[in-house]
């Protein structure tokens, strides 16, 4: 095969997708929700000191046996009816074996040709039109440990003199969910990609089974990605492009990848089938380096577990009790606070239409609490670069700040000191609001005299508003919020300061 | 016997070594080639018995779903679980330089 | 006047019971008797001198405090190097966790200290209990105590060779191919492998997670009943663990004692009595002699064949080998035990590879390998799944054979004790010696050897053992018919060990 450097196509996105269909497939890690492991009693609490979580069982002593938890079993079941799969009547745990350092037994347990859920799907809406994602399996296996690595500049494996591990997460119950491959997207590939994940974290999260935290590892996504050239049937050779830790990632991640299989399909190159990086500062995907040998992983069947049998009634009951699905919710929503296609369609892009929902329902109106999380909180997380559900605030207290302002006990600015208050301390609203005293000042006598000493302090702009420039009255306005720390409800602090100059408007 | 299987060289062992994470000797290699040979002949008659419809037994006893409840039981005091490793390092297992990626 | 080690365990339970000895003289006894003698033996890895004084002072506490006493209290045991003892040098026979003192007790550790027995440490064994004559322990062999230049078995070969040699009255061993039943049968000694799950297998270091098999060892088939009464029954911290409750193994020891098999069906094993060669003549004469003996007491003799049988050793020596190269992937010099070349030059892949070949024996590589490859993609069906269906086949057998009979009977091995050295180079002629005990092994079952005569063909009169197989769960048939045969063989040729003319140490 030649591969020709003088060949100059362009590669844009927009003229690598006329000439390429890209397929991709996704495979995402869910860590669930137990308080207990997959396998042994220890605690899935994060954050805990290194070692502290572990037993006989996460540590792969010698001797000690994994008994499964049910709660992960029906929680497993759980996802697996919220994404239309069948429930398997049987199946079994199988034994992954490779070594690593942070896998105890040097095995994983998990489950090979007998998933307990397989053959659903997931439908998810980009620009108006309805794709469906087939799901191929959903599968139980547990998590591993965590290396640090130490010594080298980057704190990453390669170049680290050595590394350290700490067992805590090893065994946290985890489901791998595989889609199966998604074709057709054309150009929306990337858009697809990330509104599956956003969909399936919502479900999760309505689920109740997992926190579905990103940044905190608790929901994973590795990318497929492949190209064929337009009009030809054969998919072509796909990457699987792992660490992609954001929604953002996930459709960086695939723009970026389609466009650099392109790169190389154009020169005449070949796709090599590997797993890459995604590096989350330069949004490029990295070759790992190559394994000497091709991975063997001699799965069998775990001989120290006995099969899963589901009741059917069990699995009935699980079903029965499964709460009302986001697609469903949004649907509902939409008519019950009268939005348009568009505004949900802008609240599904934001990620927030859960957010918003479940504020409404803790009591805040549909408008406010649309304002909020499209406005203010996305505004916030935006600058700490996460998804605006993962601030640390929760609907119930956006709510409860929206009602103080409707009560006409809070501004809009003190509203905004009350939020930041709470993501920076993630105490409670009330809590926030008592402790920094934050209250709109309605004694006029107070008032008053900050009226009078911000214009004995501003004469010229006091004369102009005399002089019959009223606008310039927001600077004084603004001189007396300044005073009252924010605390005065404005329109009356305009009224007043107009009164004491002897203007109408 | 139905041994229709080609002898193990010297290579397949090391390749079987390599993913067994064994460094085994030459003097090793050549001793096992030969002995694991035997042995996978002696075993090769297991192919003799047709069986394709006849189901595989795991456990002599059969069970299904044993599940223990989603409750938390105290952990080892993690003094007990560094004590036996090799390296410890800020309550961490020490490990030398690891080449391979991370799975 | 019988001296305190030489008792068995249902007499020394009742003399501490009633205040005639204190359990501080009967461990100290035995303390003694393993100074004595252990040096020639060396059954024992670890002897804990201070730990078994402790435990039988507190029986002793118990009993003068007017506190009811398990059957066993104050009974010293010797516990196979296997099983995890909390605050108790743990090495599987093995360089690789040398040193390694576990925080955490077995099941069968936790059962046996419940019930007031005094463990006296920690016996050898071949590495990971693969190999069938305890030579390949990673420390030294053990020597039988009838001829002190012959292996005891294996793998669980220091368990029996100290209950043979009266260094304890009791031991636990591991089976998982034969492991209890091939050295109670070469050191004339009744050991019994319960069915898969009836003892729970957390704590003990897994070879073949759907074989291994905890169970007991005693002189006679009573106190092996007490012990296994002990030690079995469900453990939520297993999930393989059967369960419901066992049978009443005791009471069946017992009944048995009584020594009638009138209305027992008992079947021969066409496959397992040496029809196509390979069995030792003396050891097929006693064999002969005791189904003789079983049909004195009123059983009904049947011959059965079990064509399938013939597969076991090629099942076995697939399932045990794939099961182990997993199990044992956890050595690796990481969390515990032995680490080899971390001294900066290599990388952690270097570090496992090097620790797990200087920490491991040939055996064990060896069949870390076999398991790696019948593992392997392409070869899984036509090994380890193909092997599986193979266990179908053999349990198949045993249930038309149950159908028709009570009991299987077969030697428990086709040769007696052989010479330290005489098999090692040859791993097949190792593997051999497993050939009766396999399918019932593979199948699950219960089987208990008990001593039915001795052999002179290679020397010095060695030990046979009778196995006797039962259908899952149903251990109490094993004890029954072994106690039986026990009592008759006992009344016609004296105790079996009162015949060892080493070590000086029964009258």
Redesign the interface.
């Known amino acids: 095969m030649t591969v020709r450097d003088d060949v100059q196509l362009d590669l844009s996105y927009d003229s690598v997708v006329r000439r390429f269909a890209p397929v991709i497939g996704l495979e995402t890690h869910v860590e669930l929700g ?3 492991k997959m396998f ?4 899935t609490e994060f954050g805990a ?8 069982v996460c ?15 029906e929680y497993t079941i759980r996802i697996g009816l919220a994404l239309n799969c069948s429930i398997a009547e ?1 199946c079994r745990f199988a ?1 992954k ?5 942070d ?5 994983q347990i998990s489950q090979y040709d007998e998933p307990l859920c397989v053959d659903g799907h997931l439908d998810v809406v980009v620009e108006g039109q309805t794709y469906r994602v087939g799901i191929e399996r959903v599968h139980m296996e547990e998590d ?1 440990g965590k ?4 010594g080298g500049a980057t704190g990453r ?1 390669h170049g ?8 805590n997460r090893a065994g946290i119950p985890l489901i791998e969910i595989v889609t199966k491959p998604v074709e057709g997207t054309g150009p929306l590939a990337p858009e697809v990609a990330k509104a599956y994940v956003t969909e399936l974290r919502d479900i999760l999260r309505s689920l109740g089974v997992s926190d579905v935290k990103m940044e905190q590892g608790s929901l994973r996504c590795d990318v497929n990605t492949s190209l064929s050239p337009i009009g030809v049937s054969e998919w072509g050779t796909r990457t699987e492009t ?1 660490n992609v830790n954001s929604l953002r990632s996930v459709e960086r991640a695939v723009r970026s990848e389609i466009i650099r299989q392109a790169a190389i399909l154009d020169r005449g190159g070949k796709i090599k089938q590997e ?1 890459r990086h995604f590096q989350e500062t330069t949004g490029e995907t990295r070759s ?2 190559s ?1 000497e ?1 091709a991975t ?1 992983y ?4 775990e ?9 059917r009634d069990w699995v009935a009951e699980i079903r029965a009790s499964l709460p009302e699905l986001p697609a469903a919710r949004r649907t509902r929503l939409k008519s019950e606070l009268g939005l348009s296609t568009e505004d949900l369609q802008q609240m599904v892009n934001a990620g927030v239409v859960e957010a918003v929902g479940e504020t409404v329902q803790a009591g805040a109106s549909a408008t406010e609490a649309r304002n909020w999380w499209m406005g203010y909180l996305a505004e916030q997380a935006n600058s700490r670069e996460v998804e605006p559900t993962s601030l640390p605030i929760t609907p119930a207290q956006v709510a409860r700040v929206i009602l103080l302002v409707a009560d006409g006990k809070l501004s809009t600015a003190l509203a905004r000191q009350a939020v930041d208050g709470v993501l920076q301390t993630g105490k409670d609203v009330d809590a926030i609001v008592a402790e920094r005293g934050l209250a709109v000042v309605s004694d006029t006598s107070e008032l008053t005299r900050a009226a009078d000493e911000a214009i004995a302090a501003n004469p010229d702009v006091a004369d102009k508003v005399r002089g019959g420039k009223v606008a310039a009255v927001g600077a004084l306005v603004g001189a007396v919020m300044k005073a009252t720390r924010g605390q005065a409800d404005a329109p009356a602090v305009r009224q007043i300061l107009l009164q004491q100059l002897g203007v109408s408007e | 016997m139905s041994d229709e299987r080609p002898t193990l060289t010297r290579d397949e062992v090391a ?1 079987l070594a ?2 067994a ?1 064994l460094a085994v000797t030459d003097d090793e290699l050549d001793l096992f080639a030969g002995q694991l040979d035997v042995i996978l002949g002696a075993v090769a008659r297991i192919g003799d018995v047709a069986a394709a419809d006849i189901p595989p037994t ?2 002599a006893v ?15 005091p ?1 003094e007990d ?2 004590a036996g490793a090799p390296a410890v ?10 080449l ?4 | 006047m019988t001296q305190l080690h030489e008792l068995d365990a249902a007499s020394t339970a009742a003399a501490i019971a009633s205040g005639e000895v204190s359990a501080i003289e009967v461990t100290q006894a035995h303390l003694d008797r393993i100074t004595a003698v252990d040096g020639d033996v060396r059954a024992f890895l670890h002897v804990d001198t201070e730990g078994a004084l402790a435990a039988a002072n507190a029986v002793d506490e118990q009993r003068s405090a007017g506190a009811a006493l398990g059957p066993l209290a104050g009974v010293p045991l010797a516990m196979k190097d296997v ?2 003892t909390k605050g108790l040098p ?1 090495t ?1 026979g093995s360089k690789i ?1 040398e040193g ?1 003192v ?3 007790d ?1 099941t069968v550790t936790r059962r046996v200290l419940d019930a007031g027995i005094v463990m006296l440490g920690k016996t050898n064994m071949d590495e990971f209990a693969m190999g069938s004559s305890t030579e390949n322990s990673a420390y030294h062999p053990t020597h039988n105590p009838w001829d002190l230049s012959r292996v005891p078995g294996g793998s669980s070969g220091g368990s029996a060779a100290a209950v043979a040699a009266f260094e304890a009255p009791l031991s636990i061993g591991t089976d998982t191919g034969g492991s209890i039943r091939q050295p109670a049968a070469v050191t004339g000694i009744v050991g019994h492998k319960p069915t898969y799950g009836a003892v729970s ?6 070879f ?3 074989l291994d098999q905890a169970g007991p060892f005693g002189r006679t088939v009573l106190d092996a009943a007490l012990l296994h009464e002990v030690i079995a029954g469900p453990d ?5 663990s059967i369960p419901q409750p066992g049978p009443d193994v005791v009471a069946a020891a017992r009944q048995g004692a009584r020594g009638d098999l009138a209305g027992v069906r008992v079947g021969v094993v066409r496959e397992l009595t040496g029809a196509g060669g390979g069995y030792q003549q003396g050891v097929l004469d006693c064999f002969r002699a005791a189904v003789d003996t079983l049909a004195g007491l009123g059983a009904e003799i049947v011959e059965v064949s079990c064509p399938n049988f013939d597969y076991a050793l090629a099942a076995y020596y697939l399932i045990a080998p ?2 182990c ?2 199990n044992l ?4 010099g ?3 035990g032995l680490r080899v070349g971390d001294d900066g030059s290599h990388s ?2 270097e570090v ?1 590879s090097l620790t797990r070949e200087q920490g491991f024996g040939a055996e064990v590589k060896r069949r870390i390998m076999i398991g ?1 490859y019948a ?3 392409g070869y ?1 069906d036509a090994y ?1 799944g193909q092997a599986q269906k193979v266990r179908t086949l053999i349990a198949r057998d045993f249930a038309a054979a149950f159908t028709a009979v009570d009991v299987l009977v077969s030697p428990t091995s086709p040769f007696v004790a052989f010479g330290i050295g005489e098999r090692v180079a040859d791993p097949m002629a190792m593997y051999v010696n497993d050939l009766c005990t396999l399918p019932a092994s593979l199948a699950g079952t219960p089987a208990i050897s008990v001593p039915c005569g001795l052999s002179d063909e290679t020397g010095p009169a060695l030990p046979v053992g009778l196995q006797i197989m039962a259908p899952a769960m149903a251990d109490d048939r094993c004890y029954r018919v072994g106690a039986a045969f026990e009592a008759a063989y006992t009344a016609a040729n004296g105790f079996i060990l009162k015949q060892i003319s080493q070590l000086g140490a029964v009258r």
């Open positions: 137990t308080v207990s042994c009693g220890c605690s000191e290194p070692n502290t979580h572990t037993c006989p540590l792969g002593l010698p001797g000690a046996l994994p008994v499964v938890n049910a709660k992960a079993i049987w034994r074996n490779y070594f690593y350092p896998m105890p037994k040097n095995f591993t290396n640090t690595h130490v494996i680290a003199e050595y590394s350290l591990v700490d067992f792992k797993t790992g380096r394994k040998e063997d001699r799965y069998f069947p001989p120290d577990l006995v099969p899963v049998a589901p009741a | 390749h390599q993913l994470r795991s456990h059969p069970l299904q779903n044993v599940f223990r409840a989603d409750e938390v039981r105290p952990s080892l993690r679980v560094l390092e800020d309550s961490r297992f020490r490990v030398p330089q690891i391979g990626e991370e799975e | 099983v995890v743990t599987s966790l390694w576990p925080p955490y077995a297998r957390y704590g003990l270091i897994a073949s997670s759907s939520p911290l297993d999930s393989t794939s099961e190269s997993s992937a956890r050595f690796d990481v969390r515990y952690l892949e496992m790696t593992l392997s993609s899984y380890y």
